[in-house]
């Protein structure tokens, strides 16, 4: 959820904020940074709750420093205050600490090893870095961290600062996220591949329960016993133009117009003329799978719900589809001979890797990210690329679609059909690009949508599974309440709150339910709702809000959930939101 960077080498301080610019979807409560200055040889640390843009300002710009560490903050452990944001300091000041992550048993250390400190934040990263600094009169530095990671029980990537030596960051990673690059300007640690963009070509990503520390232009990294490790570099595949928002002004509308790209990137990728191009061994092990676990959030839970429908329709496969949170803490019964589908756009949602952690070795694990690099991508036996191309808005759109295609690629790589997919997903991405030529009606209906509180989305079957996100879209952004039901659920309770002008938006793209979806939306236009209609072009009415083309059915999501996208889209600008930083929520969910 957090950010963190570190930099050593020319110009420090700006290398930092910049990176803390890009890290910014990550948490956006607070930010801060520590760097050194060279006219008092000592370290500055400065913090500003808000944003990065308002952290800039309180910067001491008289000085160029070759050293800075800093965060931006997703608060967990108190609240969004000066004095929990990071950089944190130890009680003597030796040490400063930048942490991503969350320690589980702060409480008990504080008890057992720092009975005698009085503790200035509410943050379990006080604790780290008193920890570390007990153990520092006593042991090496790296030593203390070593110690300190033994006793320390949940996640964490951490930077530390020795204040008694101006050109080394220290590093230690358990579970979170920690990327290091390093060329002949400097070197870089931070939580995020986005801030190596216009620093260095290279990286590694450092493995769990690994230690060292970059001291100019000098790496080493061990392991927890002390074994030294070798980095191992690979290429940086994204590019400054990759990460702007072009001519759009959002992020989230950038992205969503990329929809017919990512799809036509899914074929280009995994097509060979209309042959599905996976590997075998990975088709092998769907196919003789005795039954599918589809295992997300969020979004991507909800896509896996459409995934559901495919592997069962198309695969045959008996699919159980669970949140990861509930996932971890239940005792499901899981059959023996199952495969897990793990679909997480980031790669590095807390509650899956626990899933994973849970059952690996056990059965196989499939995992559908968008990252070229991620913890959940490492852990997995078998790793699918969504190459959605990076998604910085913090509700996710583009990677929703990419989830769902993917998911039917993969179905219909088990399937007799598999001849007619691409087609299908041409038509489709062409679909979509008249989609987005509609989205003047998706604003007007906005418009209407932003006069109220709360609202229902309906649907059946498919329509259903994305009235699902389309909810979860409309809530993120305009913070408006909105509920998705079964159209036929309506009338079994949720009608009881339905009173004048109340939007109920119907989703229906099959023409199997269109005429008891309608008969359903009347229920509730009788109760005064004021209702609006999505409906395919096949079977639209005159008076249907918006139409979309059509399209095969079982693709239907991917039209219709570009059109719910940018209904919430126009809802959240009407509404003078934030919409691509969306309060209280950050891109990357690593706690759990
Ligand atoms: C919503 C959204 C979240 C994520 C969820 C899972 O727009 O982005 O609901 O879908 O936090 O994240 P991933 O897919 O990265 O595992």
């Known amino acids: ?345 980031s790669g590095e949602t807390l509650d899956s890797i626990n899933v994973i952690n849970k059952y690996k070795g056990l059965f196989k694990i499939i995992s559908i990210t968008n990252q070229e690099e991620s913890s959940i991508k490492r852990l997995s036996d078998f790793s699918i690329n969504l190459y959605a191309g990076r998604e910085i808005a913090v509700a996710s759109t583009k990677t929703y679609v990419a989830e769902i295609v993917m998911s039917l690629i993969l179905a219909f790589s088990i399937c007799d059909k598999k001849n007619e997919l691409r087609q299908e997903l041409t038509n489709v991405a062409l679909a979509v690009d008249k989609v987005l030529i509609k989205a003047p009606i998706c604003n007007a209906i906005a418009k209407e949508l932003a006069k109220s509180s709360y609202l229902f989305y309906i649907g059946r079957g498919l329509d259903y599974y994305v009235a699902i996100e389309a909810s979860l879209k409309l809530k993120e952004v305009s913070y408006i309440v909105s509920q998705a039901y079964p159209s036929g659920e309506l009338k079994h309770g949720p009608i009881a709150v339905i009173d004048d002008n109340t939007p109920v938006i119907a989703l229906i793209t099959n023409e199997a339910t269109n005429a008891i979806t309608r008969v359903n939306l009347k229920e509730a236009k009788t109760r005064n709702a004021k209702c609006f209609v999505i409906s395919s072009e096949a079977f639209a009415h005159d008076n249907d809000a918006l139409s979309l083309p059509n399209v095969v059915q079982h693709l239907s999501p991917v039209v219709l959930g570009v059109a719910v996208q940018l209904i919430a889209y126009f809802t959240a600008k009407e509404k003078n939101c934030d919409i691509d930083k969306p309060k209280n929520l950050a891109k990357c969910v690593t706690v759990a």
């Open 1 to 345: 959820m957090c950010g963190i960077i570190g930099y050593i080498g020319p110009k420090a301080s700006d290398v930092v904020m910049d990176g803390l610019y890009k890290l910014e979807y990550r948490g956006y409560d607070s930010a801060g940074i520590a760097e050194y200055n060279p006219n008092t040889l000592s370290f500055d640390i400065f913090k500003e709750i808000g944003r990065v843009e308002d952290l800039r300002k309180t910067i001491d710009k008289s000085y160029e420093t070759n050293l800075a560490i800093g965060h931006t903050r997703w608060a967990t452990h108190g609240e969004v205050n000066k004095i929990n944001s990071h950089p944190h300091i130890s009680k003597d000041k030796r040490f400063i600490i930048v942490h991503n992550g969350i320690i589980e048993n702060y409480k008990r250390i504080k008890y057992e090893y720092l009975k005698d400190y009085n503790f200035y934040s509410k943050t379990d990263t006080e604790v780290i870095v008193n920890l570390i600094e007990h153990f520092s009169y006593e042991y090496s530095v790296l030593d203390s961290i070593r110690k300190s990671m033994t006793i320390l029980e949940g996640t964490y990537a951490i930077l530390v600062i020795d204040t008694k030596d101006n050109n080394t960051i220290y590093f230690a990673k358990k579970q979170s996220p920690l990327l290091i690059g390093i060329d002949n300007k400097g070197s870089v640690l931070s939580s995020d591949l986005l801030s190596f963009v216009g620093v260095c070509d290279e990286y590694f990503s450092l493995e769990d329960n690994t230690l060292g520390y970059v001291r100019g232009k000098e790496l080493v990294i061990l392991d927890i016993l002390g074994n030294e490790i070798k980095p191992n570099y690979l290429k940086l595949g994204i590019k400054e133009e990759d990460i702007n928002k072009g001519a759009f002004n959002h992020y989230m509308l950038k992205e969503i117009y990329e929809t017919p790209f990512v799809i036509r990137n899914l074929i280009s990728k995994y097509f060979d003329n209309d042959d599905i191009v996976l590997n075998d061994d990975l088709v092998k092990t769907i196919k003789e799978a005795s039954k599918v676990y589809i295992v997300a959030s969020g979004t991507s839970y909800n896509a896996g719900m459409i995934a559901k429908y495919y592997f069962e329709s198309f695969g045959h496969k008996e699919v159980s589809l669970h949140y990861a949170s509930e996932l971890f803490y239940d005792n499901t019964y899981i059959k023996p001979g199952s495969i897990f589908l793990m679909f997480s756009q």
